[in-house]
């Protein structure tokens, strides 16, 4: 190293050429961090100082060697064409000739960009780093070498050009590159011979990866096709991008077969390399990969459209906030303030939530509008209960109308009319979804959630955990938290920014993280209950209680969760009743044919066990363990398993569900959301306990019940006017989980959009699969979209709204008095008069 830093401190333009690329990458970086639409004045520095040296360096070669440029030394070539490699990649973020590259893709750019210089002083560098650099420098070559061939069809367009301001001489930057890495390793080779074989392996080894993912590609390629064939061979229930999810291996190659096109440059049949573009009906920045360039110029693309595609990728990838639908773009928005806002309740075991969030538009181009989508991931049981959205710098609150009120009156505001809306809507698996639009480089967005949630209870504790979210980027955001405590809260465990600001009020600030939570003993429940509409609500204890229970048929969810050592200890207990598993069909289990089954099934990453093949419910048993990969409900909507479940539940059903795992699939946590499972959870061997004893959980819900299972609650409702001092929240849980029991088996069906679910959302004010959240910008919009003004109901809940509700009876009461009482202050000379008469007559 002393060497070459030596070798620089004689060679001042080169000296100045290393310079020049560390401010070059500094520029770039800087640009790429901070400028996401457009970066056309960091492209023009990089540019410029690229250009620069050119001049320079041809100045310096007629000065010093007249004309003889072609022999100007290597090192100050490679500088040259390094400046010019970077200023390439900027100007590409606005001429987009190929996408932004994955990151394996740019730490090789990077690697090759520095072996190409170090190289360059191979005479000075000792034998063993040499082996290493012309090693880097051989995988360069085939790097330079690909991005040449990429950029083939563009040579001929680019000398027209170079005529103008010689931007177009980018485009020939990477095979001038490979032509100097051969001068490079030529010449060095001729001096060691020993560096020319580091330099072949170098190159080679790129060649040897890409062929082995090319060989899983059509591999994997060829099962997909294989599964989707047999498919429909066996004209099965579930659509055939089930099937492929279900048996597909979770690979490297595999997601980008599913994400080309949707994520992943594809080549074009007709326009050869740069000609496919990435659809844009799926939320992730669009990347190149060449690996997946090269597949799919040698292979045909699988036999699923994009929607399949993007149902495989909710399924076993977690990406269901990607897929949702778009009106805008949002690649430019930044999530740039979190405002948590917490209050517990440990005596109701709940809390309140207030997540206020500010979004930044990051583009340069002012007129630029784009939408904001947000997925929140709520505990179980949670319920959204506020929505407001600042307009002009005025916080909106939401009005509550029904699911396809608020999204006919979105889309028209958004799509056609481009104004400011902001809707919220109740998704499967714990999740909700809010939108926002317009966000503008003008001005930030704000919008406020609030989320009403039961506190987990474990052991004699009680855990909260943050609502996290998926959305604009949060990266580097400054959240504001602050826990504020209604009731004791002892032994209060809080992550360690929180301190102390009054009596049971805690702050603190950081940059956001979307993990955390916060415990506390479990005090006892509260007694005290929240009246309203002539309706009191209370919380109670739940402990589980057991029914006497003796299955005559059980049935065994079998996928790649289960261990070999779980299914014989359960088989050992149950192998004397009818047991059976699903294949394409149910199949009755003997010791014969125990493992084949168990072979076959445990190779799939999940199962959706046909519930609607249990004959006889009251009487069966379903054990299962799953993972959390896996088709939501509204995925399987029109299929003929979805048509067969629909009639089978539309008779209320309660299956016996036995959980040996931590965690359901998306399938099974929606049916027993909608009551359908009497659901009980352990491990192996307390459920053999349970069966040596004939019990199971005994199902405490009812009418004027519901269960809470995970705060170990339950919320009763009674007819009364009493009214004290409980939060409202205990109606809106309430309302939640009995709104999902009465939807149950109609959830396929428009069936349970009925007038008296949405009047029990309504009165609750909160999000559910019925009604959900809007602000308009206008009183006149509510009126055309004909969402009125919600009336006897909760309203929005607030930090403010934690007591009871007048009901009303007491509101008129409250009304006719203080009208009394304005009436007789105003007229006080009536009150003398009244008053001296009085006293006239007496005497």
Not at 358 to 376: C, G, H, L, M, P
Not at 491 to 520: A, F, H, M, T
Not at 741 to 763: L, M, Q
Request: net charge neutral; charged share 20%; hydrophobic share 40%.
């Amino acid at each position: 190293m002393k060497k070459i830093l030596s070798h620089l401190k004689q060679q001042p333009l080169l000296l100045t050429g290393f310079l020049l690329i560390i401010v070059s990458v500094i520029v770039f970086a800087i640009a790429d961090q901070y400028s996401r639409q457009t970066s056309s004045g960091s492209f023009f520095v990089n540019y410029a100082m690229s250009a620069g040296y050119l001049i320079a360096l041809g100045i310096n070669g007629i000065i010093n060697r007249k004309w003889r440029f072609a022999r100007e030394r290597t090192p100050n070539i490679v500088v040259l064409l390094v400046l010019w490699f970077i200023s390439a990649f900027a100007l590409n973020r606005e001429m987009n000739v190929f996408d932004s590259s994955v990151t394996w893709l740019s730490v090789w750019i990077v690697l090759s960009g520095i072996a190409l210089m170090v190289a360059s002083f191979y005479e000075v560098l000792p034998k063993a780093l040499n082996r290493i650099i012309f090693f880097l420098l051989g995988s360069a070559f085939t790097l330079f070498t690909y991005y040449a061939i990429y950029l083939l069809p563009l040579y001929a367009l680019s000398i027209v050009g170079i005529i103008a301001i010689g931007v177009s001489l980018h485009t020939y930057v990477p095979l001038c590159l490979a032509i100097m890495t051969i001068v490079l390793v030529t010449s060095a080779s001729r001096q060691y011979k020993s560096l020319l074989y580091p330099a072949i392996c170098g190159a080679t080894l790129p060649l040897v990866v890409c062929a082995c993912f090319l060989v899983a590609w059509g591999t994997t390629n060829k099962k997909i096709n294989t599964l989707v064939n047999q498919n429909v061979l066996n004209e099965a229930k579930l659509p055939a991008w089930v099937a492929v999810s279900q048996q597909i291996e979770n690979s490297f190659w595999t997601e980008r077969i599913l994400k080309t096109g949707l994520v992943y440059t594809e080549v074009s049949n007709k326009n050869f390399f740069w000609g496919g573009m990435p659809s844009q009906s799926f939320d992730e920045p669009k990347q190149h990969d060449p690996l997946v360039v090269i597949a799919t110029l040698l292979f045909k693309e699988p036999n699923l459209g994009d929607n399949e595609r993007i149902k495989i990728l909710r399924s076993m990838y977690n990406a269901r906030h990607q897929a949702q639908e778009r009106l805008w773009s949002g690649d430019n928005l930044e999530t740039v303030s979190v405002i948590s806002n917490v209050k517990l309740f440990p005596q109701y075991r709940m809390a309140y939530t207030e997540k206020t969030l500010t979004v930044k538009n990051r583009s340069d181009w002012q007129w630029n509008k784009q939408e904001a989508i947000y997925t929140f991931h709520l505990s179980e049981g949670s319920v959204v209960s506020s929505l407001s959205l600042w307009i002009d710098g005025k916080e909106e609150k939401s009005r509550l109308t029904t699911n396809a009120k608020a999204d006919s009156a979105y889309h028209e505001v958004v799509g056609v009319e481009s104004h400011d809306p902001s809707v919220v809507h109740w998704q499967e698996g714990n999740t909700v979804s809010v939108r926002v639009f317009p966000c503008t480089p003008v001005e930030n967005r704000r919008f406020k959630i609030g989320i009403t949630s039961p506190l987990t209870k474990q052991g004699d504790r009680l855990f909260y955990n943050n609502a996290s979210f998926d959305g604009p980027t949060a990266a580097g955001a400054l959240e504001t938290m602050q826990v504020t405590c209604d009731g004791n809260a002892a032994s209060l465990d809080l992550p360690s920014e929180l301190k102390p600001i009054s009596p049971g009020v805690y702050q603190g600030d950081r940059n956001y993280q979307p993990d955390w939570q916060l415990s506390c003993k479990a005090p006892a429940l509260s007694t005290t209950t929240f009246a309203f509409a002539d309706t009191a609500y209370q919380v109670k204890n739940y402990v589980e209680q057991y029914e006497s229970f003796t299955p005559e048929v059980i049935y065994l969810d079998i996928n790649g969760s289960w261990s070999a050592a779980e299914l014989d200890s359960i088989w050992a207990m149950v192998k004397n009743k009818p047991v059976y598993a699903h294949t394409d069909t149910l199949v009755r289990l003997s010791n014969e044919n125990l493992h084949e089954v168990y072979n076959a099934l445990s190779k799939q990453t999940f199962s959706l066990f046909p519930v609607n093949e249990i004959a006889n419910p009251g009487n069966a048993l379903l054990i299962s363990e799953s993972t959390d990969a896996a088709p939501n409900l509204n995925d399987l909507e029109g299929s003929e398993f979805a048509k067969d479940l629909t009639g089978y539940l539309k008779t209320p059903k309660q299956i016996r569900l036995y959980n040996i795992g931590h965690q359901l699939t998306p399938y099974l946590k929606a049916l027993k959301e909608l009551r359908v499972f009497n659901y009980a959870q352990g491990t192996p061997d307390s459920l053999l306990q349970l069966l040596a004893k004939h019990q199971f959980v005994k199902n405490q819900e009812n009418n004027e019940t519901v269960v809470l299972d995970n705060a170990q609650m339950m919320i009763q409702k009674t007819t009364g006017t009493c009214t004290v001092n409980a939060p409202d929240h205990l109606l809106r849980l309430f309302a939640y989980n009995d709104l999902m029991k009465k939807i149950g088996g109609d959830y396929f069906t428009d069936g349970f959009v009925k007038p008296d679910n949405i009047a029990e959302a309504e009165k609750a004010y909160i999000v559910s699969p019925v009604s959900s959240f809007i602000v308009l910008e206008t009183q006149k919009d509510y009126e055309r979209f004909g969402i009125d003004e919600n009336k006897n109901s909760l309203k929005n809940a607030s930090m403010k709204s934690s007591g009871a509700v007048p009901e009303p009876q007491e509101w008129l009461l409250i009304i006719l008095c203080a009208s009394v009482a304005i009436y007789l202050l105003v007229n006080k000379k009536s009150l003398t008069q009244i008053s001296k008469s009085h006293v006239s007559n007496k005497a």
